[in-house]
Nanobody, 125 residues
Framework: QVQLVESGGGLVQAGGSLRLSCAAS????????MGWFRQAPGKERVFVAT?????????YLDSVKGRFTISRDNAKRSTVYLQMNSLKPEDTAVYYC?????????????????WGQGTQVTVSS
């Protein structure tokens, strides 16, 4: 089992920045990809960004490219970050962290094995 705990959400004005964090614990041997997804009210959960175990491969949703950056720190407690800059009202959603055991770096939610509880991000206009 892998436990994921997110933090860093909040309320920010359009054009502002937030940094989300997700700390992983539990059985993390073998490595795993970590991703961020988001779900706006009344909409499906969608992929935002993902990163492989070594941090050398990343993928992003087209609408966040150039604004969001995913990174990770495996040194102590495996933590993944999502730096969000130039935020827009359409970025408002609950953001979820997810982990996929193994070498694959998927962009679809059904391929992920573990999920965090989510953190709310609200961008005001």
């Amino acid at each position: 089992q892998v436990q994921l705990v997110e933090s860093g959400g909040g309320l920010v004005q359009a054009g502002g920045s937030l940094r989300l964090s997700c700390a992983a614990s539990g059985r993390t041997f073998g490595g795993y990809a970590m991703g961020w997804f988001r779900q706006a009210p009344g909409k499906e959960r969608v992929f935002v960004a993902t990163i492989n175990w070594s941090g050398t491969v990343t993928y992003y949703l087209d609408s966040v490219k150039g604004r969001f950056t995913i990174s990770r720190d495996n040194a102590k407690r495996s933590t993944v970050y999502l730096q969000m800059n130039s935020l827009k009202p359409e970025d408002t959603a609950v953001y979820y962290c997810a982990a996929k055991v193994g070498a694959r770096v998927p962009t679809t939610s059904y391929e992920y094995d573990y999920w965090g509880q989510g953190t709310q991000v609200t961008v005001s206009s």
